[in-house]
């Protein structure tokens, strides 16, 4: 797994994880009252915590689209990858 353009200025001595809010879960779902999703990812940019294209809803990949941040990565339990939307790269 090689970083890119992307994921490198996520890997900066300098740079810090935002610490996301402590919801539950996915924050799309649960403000619409929807409490089921298969894993959660967390933006490496602001830390917006939303559910994979595996779960009925894609709110991970809505986020990007939204806000053009490109880094999220795993929010699940023991778990640090990342995923650049813009290369479709697993680092």
Not at 32 to 52: E, I, N, P
Not at 73 to 91: A, K, N, Q, T, Y
Request: hydrophobic share 30%; charged share 20%.
């Amino acid at each position: 797994m090689m970083s890119c353009e992307h994921t490198t200025p996520f890997e900066a001595p300098s740079w810090s994880e935002p610490v996301p809010e402590d919801r539950g879960g996915c924050y799309d779902c649960l403000a619409a009252g929807d409490t089921v999703w298969a894993h959660l990812r967390m933006c490496m940019t602001c830390g917006h915590v939303a559910c994979c294209d595996s779960s009925p809803h894609r709110h991970a990949t809505q986020h990007h689209k939204e806000t053009g941040h490109p880094v999220m990565r795993s929010f699940e339990p023991g778990e640090r990858w990342r995923w650049c939307f813009v290369d479709h790269r697993i680092v």
